[in-house]
Nanobody, 117 residues
């Protein structure tokens, strides 16, 4: 059974930091391209950051210079380090894994991030 379990969300003041974690099980983690997406109320889900099996990363323009994505294959975990958070970063953040061979995709249940004073 495939599971992607996010953690680390919460309430933070503008300018603060959070680190999200996504622990994967039931998959061969090293064969999956991983990513973080977010969805604000009333908005579509949008890409935040991806990290491929090679380690190459891609970040949305809105988070470049503030967010960093990384992965730890020993722990089957992908991280999203979020610094200099803004109120517009408020959303539910979802972890995504895509099998590099078949492109089969899996999603986590999401974790809420709220940036507010």
């Amino acid at each position: 059974q495939v599971q992607l379990v996010e953690s680390g969300g919460g309430l933070v003041q503008p300018g603060g930091s959070l680190r999200l974690s996504c622990a994967a099980s039931g998959i061969t983690f090293r064969l999956y391209n991983m990513g973080w997406y977010r969805q604000a109320p009333g908005a579509q889900r949008e890409l935040v950051a991806t990290i491929r099996t090679s380690g190459s990363t891609n970040l949305a323009d809105s988070v470049k210079g503030r967010f960093t994505i990384s992965r730890d294959s020993a722990k089957n975990t992908v991280y999203l380090q979020m610094n200099s958070l803004k109120p517009e970063d408020t959303a539910v953040y979802y972890c995504n894994g895509v099998f590099q061979v078949s492109s089969r995709s899996y999603w986590g249940q999401g974790t809420q991030v709220t940036v507010s004073s």
